[in-house]
Structures are given as C-alpha cells and as structure tokens.
C-alpha cells in the first residue's frame, strides 16, 4: 500500500452509500492495480479521486502520542491551593490578604482627607481587614439574593422585609461610607500614573488578582476566549458603548476561560492608553496572543470567535 493512501474512521451504513460508483470502481482493472488489492473487499469504500479510501471500522489509536499531543501541565487546582479545605480559604487564595491590606491602606488615606467634612467623628472612623473583608461578603451577598436592582435601604429594613444578616454586620450607614470611600490605590500619586496608564486606579489589585487566578488553577486542554461587558454608567475613561449587549454602556473585558469549569485565567480590559509603556495595538489577534501568553507551548486549544 502507498503511503498516499489516506485512511479516515466513518460509521457509514451500507444502505446510504453509492452501490452504483461501487460497482464501477470495482470493474476498473487500473484501480485494482493501483490499490494492490482487491476494491470489493468490503473493509472500505474508494473515494471519487481514486485514492482515497474510506474505511467501515474505527482504527487503532496509534501506541504512542504525538508529542504535540502532550499537555505538559495537569488540569484542575494547582499546588497552591490543594491545602484549602473550606470555601472560604479557597476563596483567599484569589483575594488574598495583600489584596486586601492595599484597600485598607488606600481606603484609610482617603478617610483622613474628607474627615474635615464631617462634624461628627465616629461616623468617619478608619476601616480595618475585618470590615473591607466584611463588605466584600455582603456585596456578594446582595448580588446573590438578587437584590442588587433594589434599593439599599429596602435591604437594611427592621420590618421583616429586609436582610437580617445584612443588618448584623454593619449598619445601613456604615455601609454607604464604605462603599463612597473604598479605594484600590494612593490618590497623591494617581495624577502621575494616569498619565501614562488609564487604569492607575486598579492596576495594582488587578495585577494581583490576575496572577492569583494563573496559580490557583490549571486550563484544561481546551480555552476560550471572547469578551464581556460589564455594566457600569459612572464617570470613567474606559467605558464603552455596544448597543447589541443588553447592558450598552460598561467596561469591556477579554477574557481566557477554560472551556469546560469556565474559570477565568487571564484578562484584560479593553482600553486605548495614552502614550506610553502601556500603549499596545488592541487588533483582534493581539489581543489574542497577550491572552494565551502565560499558557504558550503548553500544547492546549483555543477557541476563538472572529
């Protein structure tokens, strides 16, 4: 048999194929010269070039993989976090405590510059790990009963309406203050940073989540990557409008997914930058390439759209 011959696994019924090309391939005399066989054996159907044979069983897999074939790192949860036992440790080993000491930190020197406003100083006290630690729980707490649509103070309400755990924790004031002075980076070196970076205010905790994500898991063999909108309509550099996304107006994100546990691997928030180290082209391919740029040469697919 030549080496040109190609051979393909097809489940084809006998009643769907061309008996009559059969027929006419078996009568041939150079084709049965060509195969070095007999064409009416059964084991396989000719092709219309007269080369290709289709064969009727499923072959082999080969005894040893490709090596293109070999994923070098072994999908699911790395090292760093195979000690968390609860969802809770679990869950710091993204949003670590550095994460959260940096919020504390830029959230308190922001606290000391407006405490001139107010007259009463114990409703501008500093905030600590616990309480930054604590609003981020009833952030997601709120989102997750679906509240974030309603009104704050419907949430904090003694009449049996509202959330009880939400009123435990910290008091409807309390809450809104936080949420007005929460910051991710110093605001007396912002001015020089933005400059050059539009994201000064979350480069550094983005950084941080983003490498976080990379050692907490392993992609599986197959990745996707496509974009998101993330709705927000504040004031910011960034925002986007894409009236065919069902919010319109947000920050939109690319973003590496694994395709089977959709955990996010890597991102980036689109954005034209200003002159500078971090100006790139955000052309559809390189943006692709930053993406799998942690995973290159790891031999795993992805999955793109145009």
């Known amino acids: 048999m ?42 396989f159907y000719i092709g219309r070039d007269i080369q290709t044979r289709w064969t009727k069983t499923q072959i082999a897999p080969r005894a040893k993989t490709r090596g293109k074939n ?25 949003m670590d405590i550095d994460i959260t000491d940096e919020t504390v930190k830029c959230t308190n020197k922001y606290v000391q510059g407006i405490r001139h406003k107010f007259a009463r100083e114990r409703r501008c006290t500093e905030t600590s790990r616990g309480e930054i630690m604590a609003l981020l729980g009833l952030s997601y707490l709120i989102d997750k009963t679906k509240g974030h649509h309603a009104n704050v103070r419907e949430l904090w309400t003694a009449d049996g309406t509202g959330v009880r755990i939400l009123r435990a924790c910290m008091s409807y004031d ?15 070196t912002r001015p020089g940073r933005r400059q050059t970076d539009k994201l000064a205010p979350i480069c550094t905790i983005l950084d941080i989540f983003v490498k976080n994500c990379q050692q907490c898991y392993n992609t599986s063999t197959f990745t996707t990557i496509d974009e998101m909108l993330h709705p927000f309509r504040g004031r910011c550099s960034i925002i986007q ?11 939109k994100i690319f973003v590496l997914c694994d395709a089977k546990t959709f955990y996010c691997s890597n991102l980036e928030i689109c954005n034209k930058q200003p002159p500078g180290p971090y100006d ?3 052309t559809p391919t390189d943006i692709v390439k930053r993406l799998v740029s942690p995973t290159e040469n790891s031999n795993k697919n992805v999955t793109t759209d145009n």
Do not use: W
């Open 241 to 251: 409008y894409m009236p065919k996304k069902p919010a319109k107006y947000g920050v």
């Open 174 to 188: 309390r809450f809104l203050f936080l949420l007005r002075c929460i910051h991710f980076n110093d605001l007396q």
């Open 2 to 43: 030549d080496e040109s011959d190609i051979y393909l696994s097809v489940d084809v019924d006998d009643a769907d194929h061309d008996s009559q090309s059969k027929a006419d391939i078996s009568e041939d005399k150079e084709l049965s010269e060509y195969e070095g066989t007999e064409a009416d054996d059964g084991n």
């Open 280 to 282: 790139v082209r955000n």
């Open 70 to 94: 070999f994923v070098k790192r072994i999908p699911g949860p790395t090292s760093h976090v195979r000690d968390a036992s609860t969802e809770l440790e679990a869950y710091l080993k993204i």
